[in-house]
T-cell receptor, first 112, second 109 residues
Framework: NAGVTQTPKFRVLKTGQSMTLLCAQD?????MYWYRQDPGMGLRLIHY???????AKGEVPDGYNVSRLKKQNFLLGLESAAPSQTSVYFC???????????FGSGTRLTVV | GQSLEQPSEVTAVEGAIVQINCTYQ??????LSWYQQHDGGAPTFLSY????GLEETGRFSSFLSRSDSYGYLLLQELQMKDSASYFC??????????FGPGTRLSVLP
């Protein structure tokens, strides 16, 4: 089915470890986003991309890096995980002419 | 700065009508969206308002008043499956949306 696919769905990391979250969409959307969701705080934008090869910082970018080498993929990296990065991470995408996001199912990350 | 406010919780009974409000203060404003999120699930898009007024989509309607920096989501003929969290989101630039903290709606039988 068409949509946004995130991998992995769950992960437990130790403090200081690194990991990459993968987001793939098959809808040919130009814009892609990474959000984190914490209880009572809604969704906060980490990084986003408006096209292949472009990335930009969002509201809470510290401790994260991203890459968009192919239009359909948007990778989120944590170089040295910290307990404060324990969260649910959502990837989303949309067409430039459409203002509704399509979200992936999320990655639940715990840093111990 | 960016600030969106929503009630944290709303409770209503099946078949009733409920209104979820959203007020915002953002550096830019291009439109207001609403999303539904069931526990453990992903947010799903409900509506987008760029202009003042009411937009209706089935049992759900969304309203915007740009002069009052205010909008609301109206849910009619409530069903148990409508129990979820609802988020407003402001498009504050050409590309991005800022999300509110969310309103948890509980529908009682």
């Amino acid at each position: 089915n068409a949509g946004v696919t995130q991998t992995p769905k769950f992960r437990v990391l130790k403090t200081g470890q690194s990991m990459t979250l993968l987001c793939a969409q098959d809808m040919n959307h130009e814009y892609m986003y990474w959000y984190r969701q914490d209880p009572g705080m809604g969704l906060r934008l980490i990084h986003y991309s408006v096209g292949e090869g472009t990335t930009a910082k969002g509201e809470v970018p510290d401790g994260y890096n991203v890459s968009r080498l192919k239009k359909q993929n948007f990778l989120l990296g944590l170089e040295s995980a910290a307990p404060s990065q324990t969260s649910v991470y959502f990837c989303a995408s949309r067409q430039s002419s459409n203002y509704g996001y399509t979200f992936g199912s999320g990655t639940r990350l715990t840093v111990v | 700065g960016q600030s969106l406010e929503q009630p944290s919780e709303v409770t209503a009974v099946e078949g009733a009508i409920v209104q979820i409000n959203c007020t915002y203060q953002t550096s830019g404003f291009y439109g207001l969206s609403w999303y539904q999120q069931h526990d453990g699930g992903a947010p799903t898009f409900l509506s987008y308002n760029a202009l003042d007024g009411l937009e209706e989509t089935g049992r759900f309607s969304s309203f915007l008043s740009r002069s009052d920096s205010y909008g609301y989501l109206l849910l009619q003929e409530l069903q148990m499956k409508d129990s979820a969290s609802y988020f407003c989101a402001v498009r504050d630039s050409g590309q991005n949306f800022v999300f509110g903290p969310g309103t948890r709606l509980s529908v009682l039988p």
